[in-house]
């Protein structure tokens, strides 16, 4: 039995495993990380359009700050996230953005003088103060009060993936590239590492480490159409499951981005339509007004979404072979907008549509792209129920998202989690609870076991067919799981999913190989995605309200008196075919926004007991406060800066508000 030691375990090589692992090598502890692809090529370097983080240099960002971005992403959450893990967010968004472009990422920069822009189809010409030259530059996105959305041109994913890796090497941070983790390593009540198959050669070997972090991104491809990379299979988020003691949150929570392209659902950026693009159908109307008179196009994600395949519903859809979609028209913007700040959108609608976007409308629908559900950590990014497993960005429910996340957050918080986390896990380690005794026999038990059920596919005589399976179980998902969601739909779901996780368990093989073998990865895959798709399925179907991405049909309120609450999902024993689902709730009396109306639609949610005396609690409070420093009134409402490391902590300076 081989067996490899390190302090930290990292599994997952995009952009907050890597900075995970950078913080606890700045720490003087080694971390080690396991990657699927080479980690330059992770899913994080698909993230087109932008970085939140208030850093107010441009004029129509001017007056943003820490409050502002703290409110719209506690809206944008329809409430459902950890208010004071936001406020750690939002606090540490400049300082990771600034820290990147030390690093070197070439981040879009403000030209002061005159400027043309397109607002709400309209040329407007604005004018950037001479003291912002030079300064970070920010786009207009969705659901925000103030352009935020930090950017280089719309390839920031990939700028911003190349030079935290660059970091990682310079770290001395290995990856061990083309593995797999199959299992973790615990005794119930202490997580030691991974069981992890090097997929070249099919070798197992026991990964023992006094911290392990889950960053393995997100689980799009449990459906048919998914912005999502093939590789982001929710296996991480299936990893802690599969322990039996971490649980995972919220995984009903799932978002659909407006402008997949038709009909592949390859991502084309929310920055198209922050930059002045506008949403057409077929006779080329703009229809977004009709539904969001205030926020039209730059409405949360969830609800332009959901107006999207309203409008369709109701029969304006352009309708082609592949079937009907709308057109996103960024021809306003202009040719050399498009070719410098929009350049990915013009290459992707070039290869994989035949377009020309400076000319003709892109056709796009609504696809899977994020999951705000994952493992359920505490702000540390450590399991409650499972000491010495952590988890970050994408694959965590830390909970900064809620019900729905802002575009530009995801991978904000991907660089943000990872800082607070390493830091978190070095304290961890250098503590007394990051000791660890661990009996051999424990790990080759788990080695042994995983080799076990690898054989058993690899051996057995069974008729299923693993990829047959994978496609039947993304089908279900897209047409029962997705934007508008029944108990019909949702009972149906769950059913055929428990048949399908049945079926799993008697997967055979064509291909006998232990080595490089597709068709086994598939099979392993494919039993664990059930499960999690399991997961979203029960928790949408026992969830009887809309809240963000969840939307009900047949419960169309959002119910904070009955559901102001967080899902948490357990897999108690291999063979059950359905999660154990528990509730979590949040308590309105220590929020620093109480639940109210969004700011979409109809006012149309029934209020918690508590919010109406926390909102008076607040009103008061304020009015003894009156005059006193933002940042005081702020402590006093809802402490918060105790929670990030010593580090981390501090104010954020902007032009408008300078440090003392």
């Not at 403000?110 to 189809?121: C, H, Y």
């Not at 392990?212 to 449990?222: C, D, E, Q, S, V």
């Not at 660890?436 to 054989?455: F, G, H, K, Q, T």
């Not at 809802?638 to 408008?656: K, T």
Request: hydrophobic residues 40%; charged residues 25%.
């Amino acid at each position: 039995m081989k067996v490899i030691y390190t302090d930290v375990l990292v599994i997952g090589g995009g952009l907050a495993g890597l900075r995970i692992a950078i913080g606890a090598r700045r720490r003087g502890h080694d971390a080690l990380i396991l990657s699927l692809v080479p980690a330059k090529r992770s899913h994080s370097k698909a993230a087109q359009g932008g970085m939140q983080a208030s850093l107010g240099n441009v004029i129509k960002g001017q007056g943003d700050n820490e409050d502002v971005h703290f409110e719209d992403t506690v809206r944008g959450s329809d409430w459902g996230a950890d208010q004071q893990v936001v406020r750690m967010f939002v606090n540490t968004a400049p300082k990771a953005v600034r820290e990147l472009a030390a690093w070197g990422v070439p981040w879009s920069r403000v030209r002061k003088g005159d400027r043309t822009v397109i607002i709400n189809g309209q040329k407007v010409t604005i004018t950037e103060r001479d003291e912002a030259h030079g300064l970070i530059s920010q786009r207009d996105f969705g659901g925000t009060k103030k352009w935020r959305t930090c950017h280089v041109s719309d390839g920031t994913g990939h700028a911003m993936l190349q030079a935290v890796a660059d970091q990682a090497i310079a770290s001395g941070v290995p990856v061990h590239e083309r593995t797999e983790a199959l299992a973790l390593i615990h005794d119930g009540s202490r997580c030691y590492g991974a069981v992890v198959r090097d997929l070249i050669t099919g070798e197992l070997t026991a990964y023992v480490a006094k911290a392990t972090a889950i960053a393995t991104g997100g689980a799009g491809r449990l459906y048919r159409v998914t912005t999502n990379a093939v590789i982001c299979e929710g296996i991480g988020a299936a990893l802690a499951l599969e322990t039996g003691v971490a649980a995972l949150g919220n995984m009903e929570a799932v978002q659909f981005h407006p402008t997949g392209i038709f009909p592949a659902g390859i991502l084309v950026t929310e920055g198209c339509r922050g930059d002045g693009g506008l949403l057409r159908d077929a006779s080329g109307h703009r229809f977004m007004p009709d539904y969001e008179p205030e926020k039209k196009e730059l409405a949360s994600r969830d609800v332009v979404s959901r107006r999207m395949e309203e409008h369709i519903r109701k029969g304006n859809g352009a309708k082609s072979r592949f079937g009907e979609h709308l057109w996103l028209d960024i021809t306003l913007l202009g040719e050399k907008h498009v070719k410098t700040q929009l350049r990915e959108v013009y290459e992707i609608c070039q290869s994989f549509l035949g377009t020309d976007p400076t000319r003709d409308f892109i056709a796009v629908r609504p696809a899977q792209h994020y999951t705000m559900g994952g493992v359920r950590t505490k702000p540390t990014g450590e399991s409650p129920t499972l000491r010495g497993l952590f988890a970050a960005g994408e694959a965590a429910c830390w909970d900064m998202h809620g019900f729905n996340r802002l575009g530009g957050n995801s991978v904000a918080e991907t660089v943000v989690a990872g800082m607070i986390v390493g830091e978190f896990i070095a304290d961890f380690i250098e503590s007394p609870k990051g000791e660890i005794d661990i009996p051999m026999a424990l790990v080759r038990e788990a080695v042994e076991a995983e080799r076990a059920r690898l054989d058993a596919l690899l051996g057995g005589a069974g008729t299923e067919r693993a990829d047959a399976l994978k496609i039947e179980m993304q089908q279900i998902m897209t047409d029962k799981v997705g934007i508008f969601r029944t108990g019909a739909d949702l009972e149906e779901a769950v059913h055929r999913l428990q048949g399908l996780l049945v079926r799993s368990r008697s997967i055979g093989l064509r291909n006998h190989v232990d080595g490089p073998n597709p068709e086994l990865v598939t099979a392993y895959r494919t039993q664990k995605m059930l499960k999690v798709a399991l997961c979203i399925a029960t928790g949408a179907l026992t969830r009887t309200e809309s809240r963000g991405a969840h939307f009900r049909e047949d419960f169309p309120q959002r119910d904070d008196a009955h559901w102001l609450k967080r899902t948490l999902a357990t897999w108690k024993d291999p063979s059950d075919t359905l999660p154990c689902l528990a509730y979590e709730p949040l308590d309105v009396l220590s929020m620093e926004l109480p639940p109210g109306w969004r700011g979409y639609g109809a006012k149309n949610y029934v209020d918690h007991p508590d919010t109406a005396r926390r909102a008076e609690e607040l009103e008061q409070l304020r009015e003894r406060l009156q005059g006193a420093d933002r940042h005081k009134v702020q402590a006093e409402i809802m402490p918060y800066e105790h929670l990030l490391p010593a580090r981390f902590r501090g104010r954020n300076e902007r032009i408008d508000e300078k440090l003392p």
